[in-house]
């Protein structure tokens, strides 16, 4: 799940604040959770917890909310004051909270959701931190190491009028390479990162320019199938969330698109409520976008056809949940001993590059 509004305005207040922290926001769910729980009235229980988590744009919001509700504002309406800050399929779902008397059923399902998914980012942010480290490690010494020592080789041998050998001039271009076109390569790549950041947080441009970011990450060795599954994840559960309170169906898959915080399920999920609006079944408008399995598609129209819609859906992202967890162990983790395995290789050919012009050296002097 990611907090993310593409709405276009700014809340009530025409706020445009980015949006919190998905920590932050989760941490929020919780302790509300709790408190309206066990029947702690909204207001006391949005004044305490903004006595507690004072500090900072959480801190900030609480206070603005506990406010709004004080005057007699719905906890729904205080949100939407809030902008962007607050993601669209939260304040809904709160909306449906309120108005069937179950708040505290959905903060606390909103949490789970949360948890879900900071612990899904955190599995993922860590089978890819070793490899991305160790790589950042090996094109240092290759850049930066390698040609100092075998540029002094090249000038010492250049004073003999001998080149360097072949090994080791070959190691010595690579490395000069690297130095000379990685950097700025490097630079590139941080470039559209920061892009991609402020993209993701831009209300009308993000959709469109970053589908063909998101079509490539979807298409990636090893790491597309586990997006592709961690997406869908989100997408069930959010989807599910949102019709097991009563949610109506265009609305719930236009925000469960939203929730997942890709660009190709956003628009995928737009045009599903559009079918749907027009008389098309769920299963049959999500299975024409392609966005999905076909065996997740047939499953949903088992679902839609014995009343089960929900269920299948919570059945479906636990599913996918696992299936993430399956494959981040078989596959992003060979990554690991496999980046050790080349880096090793390279090392050890950059090494025995260093030591070709020392074991030759002997002979130039002789000869």
């Given at each position: 799940m990611t907090w993310h509004s593409n709405s276009?305005?700014?809340?009530?207040?025409?706020?445009?604040?980015?949006?919190?922290?998905?920590?932050?926001?989760?941490?929020?769910?919780?302790?509300?959770?709790?408190?309206t729980a066990s029947g702690v009235p909204l207001a006391p229980a949005l004044a305490e917890l903004s006595h507690e988590?004072?500090?900072?744009?959480?801190?900030?919001?609480?206070?603005?909310?506990?406010?709004?509700?004080?005057?007699?504002?719905?906890?729904?309406?205080?949100?939407?004051?809030?902008?962007?800050?607050?993601?669209?399929?939260?304040?809904?779902?709160?909306?449906?909270?309120?108005?069937?008397?179950?708040?505290?059923?959905?903060?606390?399902?909103?949490?789970q959701f949360g948890q879900r998914y900071l612990w899904l980012r955190y599995r993922l942010q860590v089978a890819m931190a070793y490899p991305v480290v160790l790589l950042a490690a090996l094109?240092?010494?290759?850049?930066?190491?390698?040609?100092?020592?075998?540029?002094?080789?090249?000038?010492?041998?250049?004073?003999?009028?001998?080149?360097?050998?072949?090994?080791?001039?070959?190691?010595?271009?690579?490395?000069?390479?690297?130095?000379?076109?990685?950097?700025?390569?490097?630079?590139?790549?941080?470039?559209?990162?920061?892009?991609q950041f402020l993209l993701l947080r831009s209300s009308i441009w993000s959709s469109r320019l970053l589908l063909p970011w998101e079509r490539l990450k979807l298409a990636a060795p090893l790491f597309g199938p586990v997006y592709q599954t961690v997406l869908s994840a989100r997408f069930f559960r959010a989807l599910s969330l949102m019709l097991a309170h009563g949610a109506p169906i265009a609305e719930s898959l236009h925000l469960a698109g939203l929730a997942t915080g890709s660009a190709y399920f956003s628009q995928a999920a737009r045009q599903a409520a559009a079918a749907v609006m027009?008389?098309?079944?769920?299963?049959?408008?999500?299975?024409?976008?392609?966005?999905?399995?076909?065996?997740?598609?047939?499953?949903?129209?088992?679902?839609?056809?014995?009343?089960?819609?929900?269920?299948?859906?919570?059945?479906?992202?636990?599913?996918?949940?696992?299936?993430?967890?399956?494959?981040?162990?078989?596959?992003?983790?060979?990554?690991?001993?496999g980046m050790v395995a080349v880096c090793g290789l390279l090392v050890g050919v950059a090494v025995i590059a260093c030591f070709v012009p020392v074991l030759q050296f002997a002979g130039i002097i002789n000869g």
């Amino acid at each position: 799940m990611t907090w993310h509004s593409n709405s276009d305005g700014g809340g009530i207040l025409g706020r445009n604040e980015r949006p919190l922290r998905t920590e932050d926001l989760n941490l929020f769910t919780e302790q509300l959770a709790s408190l309206t729980a066990s029947g702690v009235p909204l207001a006391p229980a949005l004044a305490e917890l903004s006595h507690e988590l004072r500090g900072g744009r959480l801190g900030a919001l609480l206070e603005r909310v506990w406010s709004d509700v004080e005057g007699g504002t719905s906890l729904e309406e205080a949100l939407g004051r809030q902008g962007d800050a607050i993601p669209p399929l939260y304040s809904s779902l709160v909306r449906v909270g309120e108005r069937t008397g179950n708040l505290p059923a959905v903060l606390q399902q909103l949490s789970q959701f949360g948890q879900r998914y900071l612990w899904l980012r955190y599995r993922l942010q860590v089978a890819m931190a070793y490899p991305v480290v160790l790589l950042a490690a090996l094109l240092l010494f290759l850049g930066g190491f390698v040609p100092h020592v075998m540029g002094q080789f090249e000038e010492l041998y250049a004073s003999f009028g001998r080149d360097l050998p072949l090994l080791s001039a070959g190691v010595l271009g690579f490395g000069r390479g690297l130095w000379r076109w990685g950097l700025p390569a490097g630079g590139c790549l941080a470039a559209l990162s920061v892009i991609q950041f402020l993209l993701l947080r831009s209300s009308i441009w993000s959709s469109r320019l970053l589908l063909p970011w998101e079509r490539l990450k979807l298409a990636a060795p090893l790491f597309g199938p586990v997006y592709q599954t961690v997406l869908s994840a989100r997408f069930f559960r959010a989807l599910s969330l949102m019709l097991a309170h009563g949610a109506p169906i265009a609305e719930s898959l236009h925000l469960a698109g939203l929730a997942t915080g890709s660009a190709y399920f956003s628009q995928a999920a737009r045009q599903a409520a559009a079918a749907v609006m027009q008389g098309e079944g769920v299963s049959d408008a999500l299975r024409a976008t392609g966005v999905l399995r076909r065996t997740h598609c047939w499953i949903l129209q088992q679902g839609e056809r014995n009343g089960k819609f929900p269920i299948m859906l919570a059945r479906l992202a636990d599913t996918c949940d696992q299936e993430a967890e399956r494959l981040e162990k078989s596959s992003l983790s060979l990554v690991g001993p496999g980046m050790v395995a080349v880096c090793g290789l390279l090392v050890g050919v950059a090494v025995i590059a260093c030591f070709v012009p020392v074991l030759q050296f002997a002979g130039i002097i002789n000869g």
